[in-house]
T-cell receptor, first 112, second 116 residues
Framework: DAKTTQPPSMDCAEGRAANLPCNHS???????VYWYRQIHSQGPQYIIH???NNETNEMASLIITEDRKSSTLILPHATLRDTAVYYC?????????????FGTGTQLKVEL | DGGITQSPKYLFRKEGQNVTLSCEQN?????MYWYRQDPGQGLRLIYY???????QKGDIAEGYSVSREKKESFPLTVTSAQKNPTAFYLC???????????????FGPGTRLTVL
């Protein structure tokens, strides 16, 4: 699976959009971008995923650049409960299994 | 409610003892996984199983063992051979589908193991 690079931490004011970047310059054509988040001492929670088109769901939007070498997770109106570590994961579908390779993620702190 | 349960939430053991962590899911998922997380680090895959009676080693399987006798259960044993067993252990499950888009993993609440 392709390696990802994320900033170690970010701050965001409550009610503002939180834009979390991720670089995946070695991504290959069949690799998807997944985002999970982990609130302190809990299990990770799936947020969103995409291949090349931008995606939106009730939690967030995912913007993938045209060359697919980077992406941005957008939380449109961040709340205090969005404070968590956000993991960007790039993986391909192979017959060998559904394995997720987590990096160290971005610690997002949402403040009043 | 459907979901994944792990018990206990906190576990203490003496060095040299084997300990088994429980993971149960009622989501009817075929695949189950065990991850380990150390402070300030991401998750690392220990073992995974895509079907009953079959499992594969992940990236850090040494000192661990698993079994998958039932679809809903995937217990993890931390043996005395694991040199640094103190960590946060997370269990996950997913369906095994032909489309990658359906392979979201659902995580349990985790067990924090401390070896004294």
């Amino acid at each position: 699976d392709a390696k990802t690079t994320q900033p170690p931490s970010m701050d965001c004011a409550e009610g503002r959009a939180a834009n979390l970047p991720c670089n995946h310059s070695t991504i290959s054509g069949n690799e998807y971008v997944y985002w999970y988040r982990q609130i302190h001492s809990q299990g990770p929670q799936y947020i969103i995923h995409g291949l090349k088109n931008n995606e939106t769901n009730e939690m967030a939007s995912l913007i993938i650049t045209e060359d697919r070498k980077s992406s941005t997770l957008i939380l449109p109106h961040a709340t205090l409960r969005d404070t968590a570590v956000y993991y960007c994961i790039v993986r391909s579908f192979t017959g060998g299994g559904n394995k997720l390779t987590f990096g160290t993620g971005t610690q997002l702190k949402v403040e009043l | 409610d459907g979901g994944i349960t792990q018990s206990p939430k906190y576990l203490f053991r003496k060095e040299g003892q084997n300990v088994t962590l429980s993971c149960e899911q009622n989501l009817n998922h075929d695949a189950m996984y065990w991850y380990r997380q150390d402070p300030g680090q991401g998750l690392r895959l220990i073992y995974y199983s895509q079907i009953v009676n079959d499992f594969q080693k992940g990236d850090i399987a040494e000192g661990y063992s698993v079994s998958r006798e039932k679809k809903e259960s995937f217990p993890l044993t931390v043996t005395s051979a694991q040199k640094n067993p103190t960590a946060f252990y997370l269990c996950a499950s997913s369906i095994v589908a032909s489309r990658l888009a359906d392979n979201e993993q659902f995580f349990g609440p985790g067990t924090r193991l401390t070896v004294l």
